[in-house]
């Protein structure tokens, strides 16, 4: 079935203006974005063959824009357009989180670190460094490691909070196999960096483990 086809209330844009956003689901809403399809497919079906193809919206959002570019009728315009999406989240989460104490909204850090972390193919260990209010000033991915292994440097840790002030981090490292649960070098690696920040007067507020749509706190798996 052609857009053409659709009752004008029924197509999603039209829909989308006279109901709400909140109205449409998944497929709509990414045809809203995409905007057309193929010759002899619609821009729904395209919208609902992107969605299988990368097992829903998380995974799409997550998705490399190589892997985008291999489907036919994904473009660079609609390649562009979906990393475009993608930056305005993190932003509009980041901008949430630097005006607010970051766990006043736990499911916004939550959000905001699966948007940073998830999606990237090697392990990252990334600190966010909060105000004495607990208001984000930054996130720093401060470092890389395989698929199998991160090593996180105290010192370096110690020393970006001293410059940029910070009374408290919360860490975050993602597991690109897709197992959020804490491994035991993650708990030890955890009290290093406690024990380490503590001597300046930094709080370790939590540590979240991301992976495969999930971000796992260490505060409430009572680990810190």
């Keep these: 079935m052609t857009l053409a086809s659709l009752p004008l209330d029924a197509r999603p844009r039209?829909?989308?203006?006279?109901?709400?956003?909140?109205?449409l689901c998944d497929s709509e809403l990414l045809a809203?974005?995409?905007?057309?399809?193929?010759p002899g497919q619609?821009?729904?079906?395209?919208?609902?063959?992107?969605?299988?193809?990368?097992?829903?919206?998380?995974?799409?959002?997550?998705?490399?824009?190589?892997d985008l570019g291999e489907l036919r009728g994904v473009g660079p315009a609609k390649q562009a357009m979906l990393a475009a999406v993608m930056e305005l989240a993190r932003r509009g989460?980041?901008?949430?989180?630097?005006?607010?104490?970051v766990f006043?909204?736990?499911?916004?850090?939550?959000?905001?670190?699966?948007?940073?972390?998830?999606?990237?193919?090697?392990?990252c260990f990334a600190v966010m460094f909060l105000d004495v209010r607990h208001r984000l000033i930054r996130m720093d991915n401060m470092f890389r490691g395989t698929l199998s292994h991160t090593i996180a440097y105290p010192r370096e840790v110690v020393k970006r909070a001293l410059a940029l002030e910070a009374?408290?981090?919360?860490?975050?490292?993602?597991?690109p196999s897709g197992h959020a649960?804490?491994?035991?070098?993650?708990?030890?690696?955890?009290?290093?960096?406690?024990?380490?920040?503590?001597?300046?007067?930094?709080?370790?507020?939590?540590?979240?483990?991301?992976?495969?749509?999930?971000?796992?706190?260490?505060?409430?798996?009572?680990?810190?």
């Design 42 to 66: 619609s821009v729904l079906a395209l919208a609902r063959e992107l969605l299988d193809r990368f097992n829903g919206l998380a995974g799409l959002l997550r998705a490399d824009p190589k």
């Design 93 to 101: 989460l980041r901008e949430g989180l630097s005006d607010q104490p």
């Design 181 to 224: 649960q804490p491994s035991e070098a993650d708990i030890r690696l955890t009290r290093t960096l406690k024990e380490a920040l503590a001597l300046v007067e930094v709080s370790v507020l939590d540590h979240f483990v991301v992976g495969a749509g999930h971000a796992v706190s260490m505060a409430e798996l009572g680990l810190l």
């Design 14 to 23: 039209e829909k989308l203006l006279s109901r709400g956003p909140e109205t």
């Design 104 to 123: 006043e909204s736990v499911d916004a850090v939550r959000t905001y670190l699966r948007l940073q972390l998830d999606a990237l193919p090697h392990e």
């Design 167 to 175: 009374a408290a981090v919360i860490l975050a490292h993602n597991h």
């Design 32 to 38: 809203v974005l995409l905007r057309t399809g193929l």
